[in-house]
């Protein structure tokens, strides 16, 4: 799934430590870069779906790499397929209004955080993270995780297949920040008043092809399935405006250089 805002991730750069002589060691970054369009949920609640135009990236330079769904990562340490280090991403918020107006707004926030990977070859990967977001409002905020694995396959013709499945855990002050309703909120929205939990938050299955165009372009195209669990579930924000089961569509167009 392709989510990153360039600006924000760029900023992670400048911030990790030892950036500049792993750059300057390395002749620049490879990898593919383009512009992409999503048809996805709103907000995490899946109160209604959005068209939204996104970048596509998919970068490594030396030791760090950029991509939609890992962020900005340092490889700090490399052995035998491991590679542990920090990353930075982005968390989109949301604007309440439409269905969900009378409910607080959530600002776009960073993710800082530590991540390990197990890739001992190119198709296939096992990989963990955890982080806190940064930049919300009062109360808003709190841990993230990611557990999942990615399968990669030739399918002819020189077309690509992954297969992606990732589990996302979050604390409680997560988990309020986008299922929550308070009091105030209640009153004003006229959804039932909620305090979800911590734990795991949801499953997303991401099925992606890339298909050679011409030359080094390439279409690059993903379809998601994602799955509300536990207390976001069970939210009634979810129950009275969304949808514990969510789908999501992408296409880019991307240049290999």
Do not use: C
């Not at 002749?27 to 870069?33: S, V």
């Not at 990353?87 to 209004?97: A, E, H, I, Q, T």
């Not at 955080?113 to 919300?136: I, M, T």
């Not at 299955?205 to 030359?215: D, H, R, V």
């Amino acid at each position: 799934m392709i989510r990153l805002t360039s600006s924000l991730l760029l900023a992670g750069l400048l911030s990790l430590g030892g950036w500049s002589h792993a750059v300057l060691a390395d002749e620049g970054p490879t990898g593919q870069a383009g512009v992409a369009l999503g048809y996805q949920p709103y907000d995490p609640s899946g109160s209604r779906y959005a068209v939204v135009p996104l970048p596509y990236l998919d970068l490594d330079w030396g030791d760090f790499s950029l991509n939609g769904d890992d962020g900005l990562t340092w490889s700090a340490f490399k052995s035998n397929g491991f590679s542990v280090g920090p990353f930075v991403n982005y968390l989109p918020g949301r604007v309440s209004n439409g269905s969900l107006r009378g409910l607080r707004d959530v600002p776009d926030m960073g993710v800082v955080g530590g991540y390990v990977e197990y890739a001992p070859a190119d198709f296939w990967r096992l990989f963990a993270s955890l982080g806190n977001a940064v930049g919300g409002g009062d109360g808003q905020g709190g841990a993230v995780g990611r557990l999942g694995g990615e399968l990669g396959y030739p399918l002819g013709m020189g077309i690509i297949g992954r297969s992606n499945f990732t589990a996302h855990f979050v604390d409680e002050r997560q988990a309020k920040t986008f299922f929550g309703v308070g009091g105030r909120e209640s009153r004003a929205s006229g959804i039932s008043r909620y305090r979800p939990s911590g734990g795991l938050q949801n499953l997303a299955l991401t099925q992606s092809f890339a298909i050679p165009l011409s030359g080094n372009w390439s279409l690059m195209t993903s379809a998601s399935w994602i799955r509300l669990t536990g207390s976001a579930a069970d939210s009634s924000l979810v129950k009275q405006r969304g949808n514990a089961n969510q789908g999501e569509v992408q296409a880019a167009i991307s240049y290999k250089f």
